[in-house]
């Protein structure tokens, strides 16, 4: 199978810190991640696309500053939230496309963050 | 702007009924469509569609897509408890390369 993890599944910090979410995939390589936010009872929205040796694409509306995003390698990819707010409390999840056939997207279990 | 839409928005039934969800989009560049299921965490993957007219099943669930009327409708037959969850369709550009989510349905099947 197609396995995405991410680290942490969980996380509560305080006003102004920063903090650092990881995406990989465990047992294929993949050229292109994505970062989804998911508020509750909403569905998921794209934040970036996330490419292998290059800057990631953000899209409209998302503040490249706030969220940092590094594809280091074929198998990790990684958002840090930056100086986080309590709005910046959400559901973070992540997928990978494996190989270049964009057929699918292996779907990481997802972070709760939670800012106080 | 491409956009994709799910109808209805929530819906509760009761165990062994039969439902249809509905997905229809509008967007430049189609490649494919994409069922999920989502319970607590990430979505889990149901269904890809790329050619109109052919259904695909697995178990109870089937889906199929019409690229004539722009949707796709995803049923599920002899519901269970289980299946409560939100149903998320995506479909697939190849202009953007990137998924693009609908809404999502949220299902709800009583005992």
């Known amino acids: 199978g197609a396995v995405v993890s991410q680290h942490p599944s969980r996380v509560i910090c305080k006003s102004g810190t920063s903090v650092k979410i990881e995406c990989r995939s465990l047992d294929f390589q993949a050229t292109t991640m994505f970062w989804y936010r998911q508020f509750p009872k909403q569905s998921l929205m794209l934040m970036a696309t996330?490419?292998?040796?290059?800057?990631?694409?953000?899209e409209q509306g998302v503040e490249k500053d706030k969220f940092l995003i590094n594809h280091a390698s074929l198998t990790l990819s990684t958002l840090t939230v930056t100086s986080a707010h309590p709005e910046d409390s959400s559901f973070y999840i992540c997928?990978?496309?494996?190989?270049?056939?964009?057929?699918?997207?292996?779907f990481g279990p997802g972070t709760r963050l939670t800012v106080l | 702007e491409d956009k994709v839409v799910q109808s209805p928005l929530s819906l509760v039934v009761h165990e062994g009924d039969t439902v249809t969800l509905n997905c229809s989009y509008e967007?430049?560049?189609?490649?494919?469509l994409l069922w999920y299921k989502q319970e607590k965490k990430a979505p889990t993957f149901l269904f890809m569609l790329?050619?109109?007219?052919i259904e695909k099943k697995s178990g109870r669930l089937s889906s199929i897509l019409d690229k004539k009327e722009l949707s796709s409708i995803l049923n599920i037959t002899a519901t269970q408890t289980g299946d409560s969850a939100i149903y998320l369709c995506a479909v697939f550009t190849s202009g953007t390369y990137k998924y693009i989510f609908g809404t999502g349905t949220r299902l709800k099947v009583l005992a």
């Open positions: 967007v430049t560049n189609f490649r494919s």
């Open positions: 790329t050619s109109s007219g």
């Open positions: 996330s490419n292998e040796g290059s800057k990631a694409t953000y």
């Open positions: 997928s990978a496309i494996r190989g270049t056939g964009y057929n699918e997207q292996f």
